[in-house]
């Protein structure tokens, strides 16, 4: 029997009982209350989607699932169509029993939003859940208080009705039903920033097949059976203007009361220090499956703003920042190499590509001499570098776009916060953008990553950023693939073919994918073997696998560049590695083992490395200038080498750059080469507040 028949029969016995009442109640002389088709409405609905999730194809669940789900529209059919009865007959019960007719009411009621919390925390928890419930008991109990908190709130805001309970639980399915979709679509979680881009959901809505299985059933099991509950709430009227006018007011007042408890219980303790929610953003959909989806939410939503600096204001931040940009105008910029390579960008305006290799380090910062390795090859001896050095990063072993958020706005993390990942927590089209700078130059703009498009939410941020085109895996069908994903030589192919394509200037942005962990996989072939002292032999076959990526990387790049030494046409190359592999952690701690200094042994395996070249001689360049960095300041030292016209927050990161070179989530470097943790305030230098005000005023006060 298909299964489609099963809601259909459901459904026939539902619009039967309707038409009986209906019948019964014109016999008697009278018509059903118009409430009474409201609640009917829901169970009605559900049985028609069962009805096309089945007769579609669309299902994927069993037949148990399918008649629970026809056993509750069926009950909440009933309560709806003998609501009127039943609460005749309670009053009765209790006139005969010498009881106020308020208590058994109130009983209800009470019983109607205990049953709602345990019903919507299954409704919305459910849908969504891979192998049965794993909620951890604390957090189920701290998500069924805030449950609770709303519908109490709703019970009170609609007058004691059990309409308002039924809307609460109602709120619940349809988030468990849409994190259902959320996790088929993009195996992720509902993040509080997913709500800035409704519109551009909305918009991709359309491409997907809502199929559902017997989870979803489940989850609308649940709320059938709370609706059945809540239809049957109904408060006994006051008698007289008066009492029903102070009767309004005291339900305002409970909700109120209500409400001022949800909120304290969503923003007073804090959900990660003090109730010991955790977060991995790479992995939302396993921390919201472990400690629920309200809980979890709640605390990525308190770790959303950024504090404010002290003292700060918004007119003083723009004074300052003024003033920087005065000194910048005073001493960097009206010098003539300045001017020079600003009048040659004017007349030549060359082509930027910028590459931010996965997980390219140069481990020879690990003591390499030691254990064998002597660092880079080819990229230690590139011709026609202009600038280059050691690279300070946040991350380590991934994170990779934390890297590319300090990189493509210029916001150094260590003013936003640790633990957190922007491109999945903010509106990004607030932020200052080097994409949206060259795109008002006149460029065209092209991200490219050879992966997933809702990795890191990079559709979302690409086009938040600025970018005219994002190139994704599916623009590289059949290509190369090395070791973890499409190879680098594939993407620099690609960009050279938009070269060919377009001839006017463009700023491309690569993140390539080779080089992606894991590193025990053996499918790149013969590679050179290395050995650590105190290190396993699989870890240094880890090691080894690699740095034979490395190798491979540098193999790419070298023909790239070669192919853009050919082209008659100014290209600018920046390169440089988001961070290094989890495993030089291990190879650290070997090399370093009593290491007293935990700042310098943690900044050793948080340092990348990057470089500038160019296929054409760059006025005002008098060679190779070595600058140890951070990556917050490459997008305004590549402008400023190459002649681009500089934003007033680069010339002021720029000025800050000559006292703090270097600024990560670890640490302030000043010009001596002095690190300081960002825990020792009066010890930092002294620009670290400065750029802190400049920060929050060009990027987190625009936040909503």
């Known amino acids: 029997m298909p299964l489609a028949l099963i809601p259909l029969v459901a459904l026939c016995a539902l619009t039967a009982g309707s038409v009986l009442f209906v019948r019964r109640s014109l016999a008697k002389g009278g018509l059903p209350r118009p409430s009474a088709f409201c609640w009917l409405a829901a169970p009605a609905l559900m049985l028609i989607a069962a009805i096309v999730w089945c007769w579609g194809g669309l299902y994927l669940g069993g037949a148990s699932e399918l008649v629970s789900l026809c056993a509750a529209a069926l009950v909440a059919g009933a309560a709806a169509l003998l609501r009127d009865p039943i609460l005749a007959a309670l009053d009765a019960r209790a006139a005969a029993a010498g009881i106020p007719r308020r208590l058994p009411h109130a009983l209800l009621a009470i019983l109607a939003i205990a049953a709602g919390v345990a019903l919507g925390f299954l409704a919305m928890e459910l849908p969504y859940a891979e192998g049965g419930l794993a909620v951890e008991p604390r957090f189920a109990l701290g998500e069924a208080l805030l449950v609770l908190g709303a519908l109490t709130f709703l019970y009170f805001l609609f007058q004691r009705r059990g309409s308002g309970i039924a809307l609460g639980v109602g709120t619940c399915a349809f988030i468990g039903l849409t994190q259902f979709f959320v996790a088929s679509f993009k195996a992720s979680a509902i993040l509080p920033n997913d709500l800035f881009v409704l519109g551009t959901a909305a918009a991709v809505s359309g491409s997907y097949v809502y199929s559902v299985d017997g989870r979803v059933l489940l989850g609308l099991t649940c709320l059938l059976v709370s609706l059945a509950l809540c239809a049957l709430v109904l408060p006994i009227p006051a008698e007289g203007r008066a009492a029903r006018a102070r009767s309004a007011a005291a339900n305002l007042a409970a909700a109120c009361l209500a409400f001022v408890a949800l909120w304290a219980g969503a923003t007073l303790p804090s959900y990660f220090d003090d109730l010991g929610v955790g977060m991995e953003y790479w992995y939302t959909l396993t921390y919201y499956r472990r400690q629920g989806f309200l809980t979890s939410f709640v605390a990525v939503a308190q770790d959303l703003p950024v504090e404010e600096p002290e003292g700060y204001s918004a007119a003083a931040a723009r004074d300052l920042e003024a003033s920087y940009v005065a000194a910048f105008d005073e001493t960097r910029g009206s010098g003539g190499e300045r001017s020079a390579a600003a009048a040659q960008f004017d007349e030549s305006r060359p082509t930027v590509i910028c590459i931010m290799n996965e997980t390219f380090s140069d481990l020879s910062c690990l003591d390499g001499e030691s254990w064998g390795y002597e660092g880079l090859g ?31 706005t ?13 491109y999945s927590l903010y509106d990004l089209s607030v932020a200052p953008s080097l994409a949206r700078q060259f795109s008002e130059l006149g460029y065209r703009t092209t991200a490219m990553h050879p992966n997933y498009a809702t990795n890191w939410n990079r559709d979302r941020v690409y086009e938040a950023l600025g970018f005219d085109e994002f190139l994704t895996i599916d623009d590289f069908p059949g290509a190369e693939w090395y070791h973890s994903g499409v190879s680098d030589a594939e993407t620099y192919d690609r960009i050279l073919r938009l070269l060919d394509e377009h001839a006017g200037p463009q700023l491309i942005f690569d993140v390539t994918m080779q080089n992606h962990s894991s590193y025990d996989q053996n499918n790149i072939g013969e590679v050179e073997q290395y050995h650590v002292d105190g290190v396993s032999d699989y870890d240094n076959g880890r090691l080894s696998e690699y740095l034979g990526c490395i ?24 390169f440089f590695g988001d961070h290094q592999p989890a495993l030089s952690s291990i190879v650290n701690d070997a090399v370093y083992p009593d290491e007293s200094d935990e700042l310098a042994h943690n900044l050793r395996v948080h340092e990348t490395t990057y470089f500038v070249w160019a296929n054409y001689d760059i006025a005002g360049a008098g060679g190779l200038d070595e600058e140890a ?63 802190a005000q400049m920060s929050y005023l060009e990027f987190a006060s625009k936040l909503e």
Not at 378 to 396: E, F, K, M, N, T
């Open 551 to 574: 190798a491979e990387s540098e193999r790419a790049l070298e023909g790239l560049l070669s192919a853009l030494e050919e082209l008659d046409r100014p290209v600018v190359v920046l």
């Open 378 to 408: 080819y990229l230690g001896q590139i011709p026609g570098r202009v600038l280059s050095g050691d690279l300070a990063v946040s991350v380590l072993g991934g994170g990779t776009c934390n890297s590319e958020f300090e990189f493509l």
């Open 410 to 422: 210029g916001i150094p993390l260590a003013y936003v916060g640790d633990g957190k990942y922007p």
């Open 629 to 691: 960095t951070s990556v917050c300041y490459l997008g305004s030292l590549l402008a400023e080498k190459i002649g681009a016209p500089l934003t007033d927050y680069q010339k002021a990161q720029l000025v800050a750059w000559e006292e703090m070179p270097a600024l990560s989530l670890l640490g302030a470097r000043d010009a001596s080469g002095a690190w300081t943790p960002l825990d020792e305030a009066d010890a930092l230098p002294s620009v670290y507040d400065d750029l």
